[in-house]
């Protein structure tokens, strides 16, 4: 296929190529709003005051660790029109539910040969891997559901549309300095709101 498109239509991945996704450690994640809409509230005073849609795209960040037991949260903050996280995986595949899954997929004799694990695309299955991709994916789609079902009543038609961002950026934090310089970026990012990239 991309021969035959000539990578006319492929759109090149934000991540760093190099890089295993699932490697333990800190990831610094900023996720935009479709267009930037400032769906979730507005900064006053130097504080996010977040509304209905805001407090529901907080909450499913903080659920996180309940659906992937792998990850450990840090600062997160929620603006107008996008979010940052920090959060560190730190995975144990042995006590991985997807491992197990497998594990006792292939111990059945009944498994057809002819879709092994991972269905048509066996390992490169992403839905097999626990990395940062999948956390955001779920992440964003939860969120997404969950907010277009508000029943905020003056925000209804804005919520229905709400929408992320295709993609998302990411940063891989090396460092101590560096871990503890974007903390403080997230948690102050309400009172630079005027001088923020994302400003609108």
């Not at 508000?150 to 038609?157: G, L, Q, T």
């Not at 961002?165 to 709101?193: E, G």
């Amino acid at each position: 296929m991309n021969n035959l498109y000539k990578h006319k239509y492929r759109i090149p991945s934000a991540r760093l190529q190099s890089w295993d996704y699932g490697t333990n450690g800190a990831y610094f994640v900023t996720i935009c709003t479709h267009d930037r809409h400032p769906f979730f509230g507005k900064v006053q005073n130097g504080e996010m005051q977040l509304n209905a849609a805001g407090m529901i795209a907080a909450e499913i960040w903080q659920r996180i660790p309940d659906q992937f037991p792998y990850v450990i949260l840090d600062a997160f903050v929620i603006m107008p029109n996008h979010m940052h996280g920090l959060l560190y995986i730190n995975n144990n595949p042995s006590t991985d539910a997807i491992h197990r899954v497998s594990v006792s997929a292939q111990a059945n004799p009944g498994a057809s040969s002819d879709h092994p694990i991972g269905g048509i695309t066996g390992g490169k299955n992403p839905m097999l891997h626990e990395n940062l991709s999948r956390i955001i994916r779920w992440y964003k789609g939860r969120t997404t559901f969950e907010i277009r079902q508000c029943k905020d009543a003056i925000n209804r038609v804005f919520t229905d549309h709400f929408a992320w961002q295709s993609r998302f950026h990411d940063h891989i934090v090396r460092t101590d300095d560096s871990f503890l310089r974007i903390q403080a970026y997230i948690l102050n990012n309400p009172l630079q709101w005027s001088e923020d990239r994302f400003y609108s």
